[in-house]
């Protein structure tokens, strides 16, 4: 269209030209003419503009004005780009509205904020779950709006922090939250809160039932073992066997109750009162609780490249220590080695390790190693006396310190069990202040 708009204007222009020349040769006028014959084309043109002028000042839903020339195609072409872009806005617009929709009949409640943590947009489950309100709180800090210092902290750490599981809601404290933040654009976060209430309540009830349970079978079960010790089997050599086994069943149902009965305690408890623990004579302790495991089966080596000392419960993570010193003992075939490391972190704090050349873990069994009960191998994990809660346990213990635990694994190869510890686990002056 554009290439005939150019051969109508140029053709107009050309048969204005030869008109005013064949009057100006007949009248002997021959300039005059021409002038007044262009100076009405240039008039003729200036009123398509004057008209394509006033169109595009108007709302530019009628169609542009018709002349056939280049003045008519470009008014042609504004009005079509136009209504693409309409058609193109008014899809964009039932999106908005269907996603605004969408996020509104969301039970969880989501919050739009920017990097600083400003609300930009939230949802009415965010209103109920938060107590935030519309007119007050769009725009505001959330670590302003949010009164529960729980979430106020976790508002505070930078980037995107790990998700903070059953908190307070800021205006009801029998309503429990969980609070995740999502990178939504390169400007902009997405917080989404959970009511966990029912869940909670559940994990309640599931936990007061293992440990009354628990509990109650450590009475039959003490009867049960005092009474088999109490059989001879040199009176009867054909039931030795049995008694040997039921012995040993026992037992193993004993330290099964007593793991259990241990989890229990640290899933209620929230903090521990900080202690100093000495960690040249932690690593002094486990190394020969290792060596007597062992009984000179493997090679069994102790690093101490910081000399920081831990501030928590001795008694918890010496707990924790040792059930990842006693698993590397027991799978780790005879003439291996294992390595017990306290060392500094590369990014701050302290790290205590266990490194052995036993059989290595297949990497599909990770994420899972702290499940309760979970094994790699059934069989293995029971000829070797373990109850599948050890892994559990470490992970409650280093919860409970603010540290996590981080497993390396190659099957045939052997496996490296590493405690990562903040900087402020360390034991320090100030930490010594509020324990006393």
Not at 128 to 151: F, K, N, S, T
Not at 252 to 276: C, F, G, H, N, Y
Not at 365 to 384: C, G, K, M, W
Request: proline fraction near 4%; hydrophobic fraction near 45%; charge should be neutral.
């Amino acid at each position: 269209m554009s290439q005939n708009a150019w051969q109508v204007s140029i053709g107009r222009l050309a048969l204005v030209v030869i008109l005013a020349l064949v009057v100006g040769f007949a009248v002997g006028r021959v300039e005059i003419v021409l002038i007044i014959a262009l100076a009405g084309y240039i008039a003729m043109s200036l009123r398509s503009l004057v008209r394509i002028q006033k169109w595009l000042h108007s709302r530019l839903r009628e169609t542009p004005p018709e002349d056939w020339g280049v003045c008519s195609d470009v008014a042609h072409t504004v009005h079509r780009r136009l209504e693409q872009d309409r058609s193109r806005k008014r899809r964009l617009v039932r999106l908005l509205r269907a996603f605004r929709e969408a996020a509104a009949a969301l039970p969880d409640g989501v919050v739009v904020t920017t990097l600083g943590r400003e609300a930009l947009w939230f949802n009415e489950s965010a209103q109920r779950l938060l107590g935030m309100h519309a007119r007050r709180d769009r725009g505001a800090r959330l670590d302003i709006v949010l009164h529960e210092p729980r979430i106020r902290a976790w508002l505070a750490e930078p980037g995107f922090p790990e998700p903070l599981i059953d908190v307070a809601a800021p205006h009801d404290s029998a309503t429990r939250l969980s609070m995740r933040l999502i990178p939504y654009t390169r400007h902009q976060q997405l917080l989404v809160v959970r009511d966990i209430s029912k869940l909670m309540q559940l994990e309640a009830v599931r936990r007061d039932f293992v440990a009354n349970v628990s509990h109650e079978l450590r009475t039959p079960l003490t009867v049960l073992h005092g009474y088999l010790d109490m059989m001879d089997a040199d009176e009867s050599p054909e039931w030795e066997p049995m008694i040997d086994e039921m012995r040993q069943q026992s037992a193993r149902m004993a330290r099964i109750v007593e793991d259990l009965l241990t989890l229990s305690r640290l899933e209620v408890e929230t903090e521990v009162a900080p202690e100093r623990i000495s960690m040249r004579s932690m690593l002094s302790t486990l190394h020969r609780e290792a060596e007597a495991l062992s009984s000179g089966r493997h090679q069994i080596m102790v690093q101490m490249q910081n000399p920081s000392d831990l501030g928590g419960s001795a008694k918890e993570l010496h707990s924790a220590f040792s059930n990842l010193v006693s698993n590397a003992v027991r799978y780790t075939p005879s003439g291996g080695s294992i390595a017990i490391a306290w060392k500094t972190s590369a990014v701050g704090g302290a790290e205590f390790s266990v490194t052995d050349s036993g059989v290595g873990i297949p990497v599909e069994h990770l994420p899972r190693l702290t499940e309760r009960f979970y094994r790699v191998s059934t069989s293995r994990s029971r000829d070797s006396g373990g109850t599948g809660l050890g892994l559990s346990i470490v992970k409650h213990v280093l919860n409970l310190h603010r540290a996590r635990l981080e497993v390396e694994s190659e099957v045939g190869k052997g496996s490296v069990f590493t405690c990562h510890f903040e900087a402020a686990q360390l034991w320090s002056d100030a930490m010594q202040d509020h324990a006393a």
